[in-house]
């Protein structure tokens, strides 16, 4: 720091404490508003893509639902073309439909069987991962 004497009273270097330190003061408002502003627009960005991937996710459910219907269509049209009832057509329909669902629900079923956070809980607690977590499970 350099004497007080090197900076006159009228100097342009010559400023005091609280002046400076309203100017810190200031500058940190400043930048505080341009991180909320930053965060807000990053915000709204990110809801706007999680709009737009949720309606075309619904689109594509829309889609796979409607090829799955004309298959199943097709299906009984070939059941009828092939000598079979309406009722028995039909009846095959609703029991591929159901088949269907009881596979995906058995698919589904693996996704419950980890707890939600059940790494982080047994993190905290210090315990030790279970045997074979170390493997990949996806692969």
């Known amino acids: 720091m350099q004497p007080a004497a090197a900076f ?4 342009p270097g010559a400023r005091s404490l609280s002046a400076l330190a309203a100017l810190l003061l200031q500058h940190t408002r400043t930048l505080a508003a341009d991180y909320a502003l930053l ?9 706007i893509t999680l709009a737009w991937l949720l ?6 459910a829309v889609l ?19 000598g079979a009832s309406w009722p028995a057509a039909l009846g095959a329909a609703a029991l591929l439909n159901v088949v269907a ?8 079923r693996g996704f419950f069987k980890p707890l939600p956070f059940a790494a ?4 905290l607690k210090g ?13």
Not at 8 to 11: I, K, L, N, Q
Not at 101 to 108: C, E, I, Y
Not at 120 to 123: A, E, G, H, K, V
């Open 8 to 11: 006159p009273a009228g100097a």
């Open 39 to 47: 965060a807000v627009l990053d915000a709204r960005h990110a809801a």
């Open 55 to 60: 309606s075309a996710g619904l689109v594509v």
């Open 64 to 82: 796979v639902v409607t090829a799955w219907l004309a298959l199943v269509t097709g299906a009984i049209v070939w059941l009828l073309g092939s």
């Open 101 to 108: 669902a009881v596979a995906l629900a058995l698919w589904m």
């Open 120 to 123: 982080t809980l047994r993190q």
């Open 127 to 139: 315990d030790p991962p279970p045997a074979g977590a170390t493997e990949n499970r996806d692969a």
